[in-house]
């Protein structure tokens, strides 16, 4: 009897230590986002106040935003830079993943080899000369500049469906291919549909590096009708400093989108990044 | 396979391989002009003096000895990156451990809370830093506010040249920590239940077993968290550019390399200079990945050989 006490008297502690340990991790992470939110909702005399649900929330602070910032156009240019890509990086990468999986041609795999060796350039090096790039095209401060680079794929993306399609049987294929179907059939109408989970898993990676994507945008766009929404609270930051409340309420209508397309696709963003390795 | 192939049918098989060509092309395209034509003329670059007004003239290593030599800045970047790289990697690793450890407990509302961490992974680091901004915020800020039921009196945090690193690797954690524990935790539901059950006949604990059994059994998942967490931190720039100002101030306090990079290629337009640095910072990385890969396989070699 005394030693099932003990073990009972154990795992009850265990219990309540660990539920302790899991209280406190979500709140160390959720409560600078919390705290963010309830200052969204405050007065600028609120502001310093050690209140989390404001008696009276001002939502007249989000409306303000939309007034003194071209909000819904940095948010359309957003999507749109980020619809792009997306589309452009799902479509080029795993097409010519495909073909590196499953294509013979002379010198795939040499450049294979080297398509993974650009995957340890990084970005300090390769920015300078694409920031030149693009002004010797005059494509600075257009929309081709945000678009036109990620548009076709990459090494990565590339990467990434290859090792998807290198991993599916190849049975259908050779059925489909003695009824005479082009390898351009074979991708577009057996093997794509086939990788919705690495596709899913590619888009949620793209859509969200191009969303907070804050270099590229800040070196290329000076029009605010041309900005993306986080170059957008850079600057509103800056010309409304110290307002708070309007501050923190931008900053959480730029979070919102991501977090319903988290908690949409929570699988797929935590696979693609246990995967792979990449948060953008 | 494509020998069969080949003596069959030897249309299909070339159409196949034009086809690859084909498929190939465009993406080939994007990547030797946005990235191998880059990396090429970055090096050029960095043997020349260039600004965009006037055309590139080559001086050599000018750029290389003038930043080793005589640029105070330059040491500066350096020593505030090393401190934030480790002051960012050694807690975010650590914390991680733990944090992933917790998620990985079969309890009711683990989910729930797996939510809640994996959550700013979604964020982006500049709206991340603006929030923090609010909660380091000196007079009304959430974190002096506690402080001040405790009695202690207001801290400076962004303010103060002593305090901004600090501050600044905090931050970092907070966003390194949740993208570290979904690569840990990952590895940590790969190891299978039966290796733990032996441990739990011995009546070893579950902090025992997590130390001795779970974390040796993810070596090679901590290994990569930290490569990629100093290969991040070194290169730092959206967070800092975003917290602590256009120059890593206050004064230099957070002026680290991907700052010093910024400004000299975006703000003095000085190409050749920027590019030999970023240069410097890749060779820097290069090294870095290196030695710590040796090291780890050297580490689970002599584990290896220690079990034998």
């Keep these: 009897m005394a030693s099932v006490e003990i073990l009972f008297k154990r795992s009850v502690f265990r219990a309540v230590l660990i539920y302790t340990a899991l209280l406190a991790i979500a709140c160390f992470w959720l409560f600078p986002i919390a705290w963010a939110v309830s200052g969204s ?38 999507v749109f830079y980020a619809g792009c890509i997306t589309a452009g990086q799902v ?38 000369p694409q920031f030149i790039i693009m002004r010797v095209l005059g494509w600075t401060d257009t929309p081709w500049a945000m678009i036109v680079p990620g548009l076709f794929g990459g090494a990565f993306g590339t990467y990434l469906m290859r090792q998807f399609f290198s991993t599916l049987p190849t049975d259908l294929e050779e059925a489909a291919t003695l009824d005479g179907c082009t390898p351009w059939q074979i991708y577009w109408r057996i093997l794509l549909p086939h990788a919705r989970p690495a596709v899913a898993v590619l888009a949620v990676l793209t859509w969200v590096g191009v969303w907070n994507d804050f270099l590229w945008p800040l070196v290329m766009i000076q029009r605010n009708s041309l900005a993306t929404l986080t170059l957008g609270l850079v600057r509103m930051r800056g010309e409304y400093v110290a307002r708070w409340p309007l501050i923190m309420a931008m900053s959480m209508l730029i979070m919102l989108p991501l977090v319903i397309i988290y908690v949409i696709a929570q699988r797929s963003f935590v696979r693609g990044i246990a995967v792979t390795g990449l948060n953008g | 396979m494509t020998s069969i192939d080949t003596s069959a049918a030897p249309r299909p098989w070339r159409r196949r391989a034009w086809a690859g060509r084909l498929f190939v092309a465009p993406n080939l395209a994007a ?61 975010t690793v650590l914390i991680s451990l733990v944090v992933a450890g917790v998620l990985n407990q079969k309890l009711k509302g683990i989910g729930i809370v797996r939510t809640i961490v994996f959550l700013p992974l979604a964020i982006s680091s500049v709206v991340m830093a603006v929030v923090w901004q609010f909660v380091f915020n000196t007079d009304n800020g959430l974190l002096n506010i506690m402080l001040g039921w405790i009695g202690v009196s207001p801290i400076p945090w962004l303010v103060d040249p002593q305090w901004a690193m600090f501050s600044l690797c905090v931050v970092s954690v907070w966003r390194a920590v949740p993208f570290a524990a979904v690569i840990l935790l990952a590895a940590m539901q790969g190891v299978p239940e039966t290796v733990y059950e032996a441990a739990k006949i011995d009546g070893a604990g579950g902090i025992r077993q997590f130390v001795s059994i779970t974390v040796p059994l993810i070596r090679g998942a901590v290994t990569f968290v930290v490569v990629i967490s100093i290969i991040h931190a070194f290169q730092a720039f959206d967070m800092v550019y975003v917290l602590n100002g256009a120059n890593g101030g206050p004064e230099t306090a957070t002026y680290v390399l991907g700052i010093m990079l910024f400004q000299h290629a975006f703000s003095f337009l000085e190409f050749g200079y920027a590019s030999a640095l970023a240069w410097v910072m890749f060779a820097i990385l290069l090294v870095l990945t290196v030695l710590q890969l040796r090291l780890s396989r050297q580490r689970s070699m002599e584990a290896a050989s220690g079990l034998g």
């Design chain 1, 41 to 78: 909702l405050k007065s600028g005399g609120e502001i310093s106040e050690p209140i989390l649900f404001p008696a009276h929330p001002r939502w007249s602070n989000y409306t303000e935003v939309f007034t003194l910032m071209p909000f819904w156009r940095m948010f359309f240019n957003t």
């Design chain 2, 31 to 91: 990547v030797t002009v946005f990235l191998l034509f880059p990396l090429g003329f970055s090096l050029y670059m960095s043997f020349q003096q260039w600004d965009v007004f006037n055309p590139p003239k080559f001086v050599g290593l000018k750029n290389f000895r003038e930043l080793f030599t005589s640029d105070p800045l330059f040491l500066i970047a350096i020593r505030n990156t090393a401190i934030f790289t480790l002051g960012t990697v050694a807690p």
């Design chain 1, 91 to 128: 479509f080029f990468c795993s097409l010519a993943g495909y073909a590196f999986a499953r294509l013979q041609f002379r010198g795939r795999d040499t450049l294979f080899v080297l398509y993974l060796g650009t995957l340890m350039v990084p970005l300090t090096v390769t920015v300078i």
